[in-house]
């Protein structure tokens, strides 16, 4: 396993987000800005490192899940890091983090189009592939649907 991260993860506003997306999820251009960004239940997270640098980032929100029937679903986007930073730890932090968030707020269920080129880490982190073959977005690449399924949810659910 990588070595843990040695910094921080924080829940910080989207804007926070829009330069790691920038350089790492839209190199070419198009929009950083997504619609739910700023909804009330939406969350960023950004990992940093000690001197304060966002290494790496992720946004969860509300969402039915497109495959499997979930009372809570959340989805996952927006996830990055810093290609300097890769391999050290950071995306399974925030990732880490985002889930036990989202468990928090009685999620049951996290999604995700996973590009498939990092399909790979979403399963190291315990995510499964549950679409028969990879997807087209165009501009972007092959994806797969991935899912976790979350225990333990509901102790602080409102609804
Ligand atoms: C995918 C990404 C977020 C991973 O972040 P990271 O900080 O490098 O991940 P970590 O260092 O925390 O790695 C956690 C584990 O996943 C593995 N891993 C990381 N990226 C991987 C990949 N692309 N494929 C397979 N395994 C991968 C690591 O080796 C590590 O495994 P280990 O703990 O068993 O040693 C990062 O590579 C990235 O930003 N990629 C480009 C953008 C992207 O594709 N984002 C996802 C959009 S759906």
Redo the contacts with the bound molecule.
């Keep these: 396993?990588?070595t843990p991260?040695s910094g921080t993860v924080d829940e910080v506003p989207a804007e926070e987000t829009y330069a790691l997306r920038r350089a790492?999820?839209r190199p070419d251009g198009g929009d950083v800005v997504w619609a739910g960004d700023e909804d009330p239940a939406t969350f960023h997270l950004a990992?940093r490192t000690p001197d304060g640098h966002v290494?790496?980032v992720?946004r969860f929100s509300p969402a039915p899940c497109p495959w499997r029937a979930a009372a809570h679903p959340w989805q996952?986007?927006?996830?990055?890091?810093?290609?300097a930073?890769?391999?050290?730890?950071?995306?399974?932090?925030?990732?880490a983090a985002g889930l036990a968030a989202v468990s928090a707020r009685g999620g049951d269920l996290v999604w995700?189009?996973?590009?498939l080129?990092?399909?790979?880490?979403?399963?190291?982190?315990g995510f499964t592939v549950v679409t028969p073959e990879p997807y087209d977005k165009p501009g972007i690449g092959p994806?797969v649907g991935m899912l976790i399924e979350l225990s333990g949810a509901g102790a602080n659910r409102s609804s």
């Design positions: 396993m990588t991260f790492v999820l990992a290494v790496g992720v996952l986007r927006g996830m990055a890091t810093d290609p930073l890769r391999g050290g730890g950071s995306g399974r932090a925030v990732l995700c189009d996973a590009r080129s990092a399909a790979g880490f979403y399963v190291r982190t994806h």
